[in-house]
């Protein structure tokens, strides 16, 4: 069964590192998401993004985040200059039409920030 | 940001009998409402939608009910089997999705 799939399993950064996750999602999927969960909290949405553009973003979604899909099977979500409070889980979700479509989700970066 | 509520953060139940899972939202404006299930280490994995137009789905051992009136959604799942312990999270939607903060069910063999 196709799947999503996310690298690393878990980064390690120092606070005001660039850190990129990336995401492969599912090969006929039209649509891509990012998704963080920090430690006992809901998770949340960040950002969807459709045709090369991002359709949708949250108020966590800022200048420091930035989302790029460079080939036609990679989504990768780039975090500028890491801070403390970025330390979660980053899930990657795709979907083949919008939002009332299911969104398949990868098993997660643990993104920790020290 | 309430707009989900999951209360009753965890519930444990006997292999074979119900368990009720529910939802309550704020924002009139979600039209598609989903379950998902989440095991420790991986991502959440969807298991039931319904849409706003509808107030019962049923798909095998799980069925969604939704009362749009009292803003209110529940899963059932029976009989519960000790796979299906796991965290379960609702989400709503309007043009992305909100979650809840997550019910641990534990069943037990």
């Known amino acids: 069964e196709p799947e999503v799939t996310q690298t690393p399993s878990h980064q390690v950064t120092q606070m005001g590192q660039e850190v990129i996750l990336r995401c492969v999602p599912i090969?006929?999927?039209?649509?891509f998401y990012w998704y963080r969960q920090i430690l006992g909290q809901k998770v949340e949405f960040l950002v969807s993004?459709?045709?090369?553009?991002?359709?949708?973003k949250s108020e966590i979604f800022d200048d420091q985040f930035s989302v790029e899909r460079p080939d036609g099977s990679n989504f990768t979500l780039k975090i500028r200059s890491t801070k403390l409070e970025d330390s979660a889980m980053y899930f990657c979700?795709?979907?083949?039409?919008?939002?009332?479509?299911?969104?398949?989700f990868g098993p997660g970066t643990r993104l920790t920030v020290l | 940001d309430q707009q989900v509520k999951q209360n009753s953060p965890s519930l444990s139940v006997q292999e074979g009998r119900i368990s009720i899972l529910n939802c309550d939202y704020t924002?009139?404006?979600?039209?598609?409402f989903l379950w998902y299930k989440k095991y420790p280490a991986e991502g959440p994995t969807f298991l039931i939608s319904?849409?706003?137009?509808?107030d019962k789905n049923e798909d095998g051992r799980f069925t969604v009910f939704l009362n749009k009136s009292a803003k209110h959604l529940s899963l059932h799942i029976v009989p519960s089997q000790p796979g299906d312990s796991a965290v379960y999270f609702c989400?709503?939607?309007?043009?992305?999705?909100?979650f809840g903060k997550g019910n641990q069910v534990v069943v037990i063999p």
């Open positions: 979700a795709s979907s083949w039409t919008g939002y009332t479509d299911t969104q398949y």
């Open positions: 090969s006929n999927h039209l649509y």
């Open positions: 993004f459709y045709n090369n553009e991002i359709s949708e």
């Open positions: 924002n009139s404006m979600f039209d598609y």
């Open positions: 319904i849409s706003s137009i509808k």
């Open positions: 989400a709503a939607s309007v043009n992305r999705l909100a």
